[in-house]
């Protein structure tokens, strides 16, 4: 997991994730975007950037197999994303304030989540379940991190502490006291035997996860200890500061091997080459580093794009990175960390986009009412797709390749041939803006949400409407199918998410307990460090 922060004074904020490639998110905290992109660890090239409509996510991490994105918002919510595609697969509800962090567990099956409502909670990622509200914080949960072994989580507040619980049954069986203010970030070693948590008291402390006993403190940083990791080999501590720096710790003796300047704000979010070689920074200071761990040596310094990233997709072969903004698309090369590409062509801004299922073109849709096409190898415009009458919100590419299905503030979904952009089908029937299109698995039926609270199902081939599925009290902001094709997943301003039986209808279950509207497609990540009104606990758990 990476720590997010919201910077106090600028209206920028990064955050960076570890896994084979490092997810960043810069953002204008401003409505109506909010922004994660993906950078290849290896590479440093920019692959992707979710975006959505008017939520701020300020917690983001990978799934273990690299396949899954889940990210916490200052709505509340926990979205889990489609790494390759960018999609928008569940919306997980149940926190009644906002979601600073999110962890996967080490297997891949579980997600914890911590908030400013004061609680922990444990989630199915695969059906969207919650499994168990953990109660005994006495202020916002800023970081959560799961033991390597899966067993054991670990938490830190602004209560001033960090606890260590049962995953399995919620038991608390450490609380670590030490810190005199808040805790912002926290980490466990890779190997599982320690633990090391970054405060607003300038110091990072290294505790023995078993025993919960603090074993040294990290002195040196002038400034709030924003975020903390280890590397690879648990050899190694990397904090970074409100001081603007990034420092490198010994976590046998505690003293300082490297200190990293460079950085012209705070620094808040970190991330570790997984081969230990290579080490990211992301600052307030709108810039990503990255340094070489044996010299201590500035790499490169990642560019980022004047206006906000409204939009980034990693390619198939997860070499190169597609960001929109400021009215254009631009793609990235890793190792040089430099855009190969402009595509340009919109005369509004950048919505939706996708990759191709072979990586060879790029669908956009725009405010500007059009979809476009671009080669990905010689950012050709081969299409522009024109036939809808109001902003493009949602697009995707077939799984053949063959077609793209587009859907617009004009209430319609419309299927396009992805050779030569003719129009195929206008699928009418909605009665508000269509929010969100998916195809099924077996690409013979497209689902599509909307405003008018329904969801719709459609046959591709005909275009005839197959069925409508009723019964949420709000617009519906997002749609996604279960990997085997017989469920539907929608995602709402009612406050809740519902399961649909694609087959009758029907719906099989709801799960409620947000207070602010479910919404869909954002990303980002934790600890808006700020005085928040914390809303009070609201303990459930979910079948």
């Known amino acids: 997991m990476a720590n997010v922060y919201a910077q106090k004074k600028s209206s920028h904020f990064l955050i960076l994730v570890l896994f084979e490639m490092v997810l960043t ?58 790494a390759e595609g960018g999609g928008l697969i569940r919306t997980l509800t149940g926190h009644t304030s906002i979601v600073f962090g999110v962890a996967w567990s080490p297997e891949g099956s579980r997600i914890v989540s911590g908030s400013d409502d004061k609680t922990v909670r444990l989630w199915l990622p695969g059906t969207g379940a919650l499994i168990r509200t953990i109660v005994g914080h006495a202020d916002t949960v800023y970081g959560v991190a799961w033991s390597p072994d899966g067993t054991k989580i670990v938490s830190a507040s602004k209560d001033e502490s960090i606890k260590i619980w049962n995953a399995d049954t919620g038991t608390l069986l450490f609380t670590l006291t030490g810190h005199t203010v808040p805790v912002i970030s926290v980490a466990w070693s890779p190997d599982g035997t320690k633990i090391v948590s970054g405060s607003d008291d300038a110091t990072a402390k290294v505790w023995n996860a078993a025993t919960g006993t603090l074993i040294r403190t990290l002195t040196g940083h002038s400034g709030s200890t924003n975020a903390v ?9 990397l904090s970074g500061s409100e001081d603007t720096t990034v420092k490198v710790w010994n976590a046998a003796t505690g003293e300082t091997i490297q200190t990293l300047t460079g950085h012209e704000g705070p620094v808040w979010s970190l991330a570790w080459a997984r081969n230990g070689t290579r080490i990211a920074s992301g600052s307030v200071d709108r810039t990503i580093r990255v340094w070489r761990v044996d010299s201590g040596e500035l790499h490169r310094i990642l560019p980022d794009h004047f206006g906000t990233v409204l939009g980034l997709a990693w390619s198939p072969d997860s070499t190169k990175i597609v960001s929109g903004s400021d009215f254009e698309l631009k793609m990235w090369i890793a190792e040089t960390a430099t855009p190969i590409r402009t595509l340009s062509g919109f005369s509004g801004a950048m919505y939706a986009m996708a990759w191709s299922p072979d990586g060879t073109k790029i669908v956009g849709g725009s405010s500007d009412k059009t979809l476009r096409v671009w080669l990905t190898e010689t950012e050709a415009l081969i299409l522009t797709l024109r036939g809808h009458t109001d902003e493009v919100s949602s697009v995707a590419w077939s799984s053949d390749g063959t077609r793209i299905v587009s859907g617009a503030g004009d209430q319609t979904v419309r299927i396009w041939n992805a050779q030569n952009g003719d129009l195929l089908q206008t699928l009418t ?12 698995p077996d690409t013979t039926r497209i689902a599509s949400a909307s405003y008018d609270r329904t969801v719709n199902i459609w046959l591709s081939d005909t275009g005839n409407l197959v069925r409508t599925l009723s019964g949420h009290a709000g617009a519906v902001n997002s749609v996604v199918w279960s990997p085997d ?24 279950a709801t799960f409620s307990g947000h207070t602010a509207e479910v919404r869909a497609l954002h990303k980002i990540k934790f600890n808006f460090y700020a005085p928040l009104a914390a809303a009070k606990s609201c303990s459930s758990t979910w079948d």
């Open 25 to 82: 998110c810069s953002s204008l905290i401003m409505y109506p975007y909010a922004l994660a992109s993906c950078h290849d660890v290896e590479s440093w090239e920019r692959l992707k950037t979710l975006s959505g409509d008017t939520d701020i996510e300020f917690s983001v991490t990978w799934s273990p197999d690299g396949s899954r994105i889940a990210s916490g918002s200052f709505g509340h919510i926990i979205r889990i994303w489609d």
């Open 229 to 237: 990791t280890w590397s690879p080999d648990s050899t190694k501590i």
């Open 429 to 440: 029937g909605h009665t508000g803006p269509v929010s969100s299109v998916a195809w099924s």
């Open 485 to 508: 094709g017989t469920l539907i997943a929608s995602a709402s301003n009612d406050r809740t998410i519902k399961i649909w039986s694609v087959a009758s209808g029907d719906v099989i």
